[in-house]
């Protein structure tokens, strides 16, 4: 399992956006045991799937320092990849429980949790350039998972490409310039899971397109 940590697409030491550096410093206080600094990708080196989602949640990512780790969101994800072959074991709960991606990688639009779990427009786009960096290491064939609205523009942002132009839909797949393939699910946090926006059937399609899409 590789990090992706070179300043390009990520640093620890980032505090670009003043509302959220400040944040985290307050969060830090708050709680000393917690990661408490922005969130770093995990996974794969050269993953065929990049899952992007929003930010890092309080008690989740922001208290362990890996995407979608202690946090309700992360249950249905690491389950799920854990059933289509993308990981080792299907929970990530601490940074020492051996948890191993295969052909997969995990980042967030947002490297930073940001309070509410809402991030701000000016906060998306100050971080989109550790997200274009990623997205211009990946293989040609690689699939684009976005999780949610959020990730999804931010993604296209990233790109370069307008967002009117690929509207989010849940399990729309989206074919960008020179044949790159782009894929939407909801986010699996806890309101769309236990509202039923999103049921674990729902995600497992998602994820068996893209088994499909990297068998052909």
Do not use: W
């Not at 980032?14 to 410093?25: H, M, N, P, Y």
């Not at 020492?96 to 995990?106: E, K, N, Q, S």
């Not at 609205?149 to 370069?160: C, E, F, M, P, S």
């Not at 894929?183 to 039923?196: E, F, G, I, L, V």
């Amino acid at each position: 399992m590789a990090h992706m940590n070179n300043t390009s697409t990520f640093d620890l030491d980032c505090r670009r956006c003043r509302r959220l550096a400040s944040f985290l410093d307050t969060v830090r206080e708050e709680y000393p045991d917690y990661h408490a600094r922005p969130v770093a990708p995990v996974g794969d080196g050269s993953p065929r799937l990049l899952i992007v989602g929003l930010a890092p949640g309080m008690h989740g990512a922001n208290a362990t320092g890996r995407p979608f780790t202690g946090d309700y969101a992360g249950i249905l994800l690491y389950k799920t990849l854990y059933e289509f072959g993308f990981s080792n074991q299907p929970t990530s709960t601490h940074l020492d429980d051996g948890l191993a991606l295969h052909d997969c990688r995990i980042t967030n639009a947002v490297k930073c949790l940001p309070p509410q779990n809402k991030p701000q427009g000016d906060e998306i786009r100050l971080c989109n350039s550790y997200l274009s960096a990623e997205l211009q290491q990946l293989s040609e064939d690689a699939i684009i998972l976005a999780l949610g609205t959020v990730a999804h523009n931010a993604v296209l942002r990233a790109l370069g490409l307008r967002a009117a132009s690929y509207p989010f839909a849940h399990g729309r797949e989206h074919e960008l310039p020179q044949g790159r393939r782009f894929m939407d699910s909801y986010h699996c946090s806890r309101y769309n899971t236990q509202t039923r926006r999103l049921t674990e059937a729902m995600f497992h399609e998602v994820f068996a397109q893209i088994r499909k899409r990297l068998a052909a």
